[in-house]
T-cell receptor, first 116, second 115 residues
Framework: GAGVSQSPRYKVAKRGQDVALRCDPI?????LFWYQQALGQGPEFLTY????????KSGLPSDRFFAERPEGSVSTLKIQRTQQEDSAVYLC??????????????FGEGSRLTVL | AQSVTQLGSHVSVSEGALVLLRCNYS??????LFWYVQYPNQGLQLLLK??????LVKGINGFEAEFKKSETSFHLTKPSAHMSDAAEYFC?????????????FGKGTLLTVNP
């Protein structure tokens, strides 16, 4: 597709359930990012991939959060044993540039997770 | 650690009036600075960015911003607001050194344009 595609757009989970959020970046983009945006806040960095390598996962809030990009294209963010504080919009972005570049980040529309 | 402060979570202007959205940052290294816009039900879109060179940068849709190092500011302006400018605006900073991929965002400013 022309842009970054995320699915599902909306997800409601019961506390304790596992969820998986998918990101399909722009074809050929080297870098892929996940951000978390809580209500009324700006996006906060979670993790960064350059191709299939996860170069930075310093923003993942706990070991319940796991991200992968096994073939250097599609990425999945998995949250295990969801908690209410995980409720947020999860944004995926991709960039043509590598880590040292200043390329524009292209964001998807986000996946809104609500944990009951 | 870097941080971004956007003064005013909500700014309301009349159509045709000046738009001024304020952003101050803190960074221990020369920063890269960005403004992103988010329209309802859409992803964040880059408006403009400052990396090096000219401190007045022009972006899309008639917006511009000026990097003022002495004031640690990067305010966003547009001379004449249009109804289509109504959106949420986010200022962001990255470390201009080795980790410029990691953006630190402000909390955002919601711009309302009144007819």
């Amino acid at each position: 597709g022309a842009g970054v595609s995320q699915s599902p757009r909306y997800k409601v989970a019961k506390r304790g359930q596992d969820v998986a959020l998918r990101c399909d970046p722009i074809s050929g983009h080297v870098s892929l990012f996940w951000y978390q945006q809580a209500l009324g806040q700006g996006p906060e960095f979670l993790t960064y991939f350059q191709n299939e390598a996860q170069l930075d996962k310093s923003g993942l809030p706990s070991d319940r959060f796991f991200a992968e990009r096994p073939e250097g294209s599609v990425s999945t963010l998995k949250i295990q044993r969801t908690q209410q504080e995980d409720s947020a919009v999860y944004l995926c972005a991709s960039s043509l540039a590598g880590a040292s570049g200043t390329g524009e980040l292209f964001f998807g529309e986000g996946s809104r997770l609500t944990v009951l | 650690a870097q941080s971004v402060t956007q003064l005013g979570s909500h700014v309301s202007v009349s159509e045709g009036a000046l738009v001024l959205l304020r952003c101050n940052y803190s960074s221990s290294v020369p920063p890269y600075l960005f403004w992103y816009v988010q329209y309802p039900n859409q992803g964040l879109q880059l408006l403009l960015k400052y990396t090096t060179g000219a401190t007045l940068v022009k972006g899309i849709n008639g917006f511009e911003a000026e990097f003022k190092k002495s004031e640690t500011s990067f305010h966003l302006t547009k001379p004449s607001a249009h109804m289509s400018d109504a959106a949420e605006y986010f200022c962001a900073v990255s470390d201009g050194g080795g980790s410029n991929y990691k953006l630190t965002f402000g909390k955002g400013t919601l711009l309302t344009v009144n007819p």
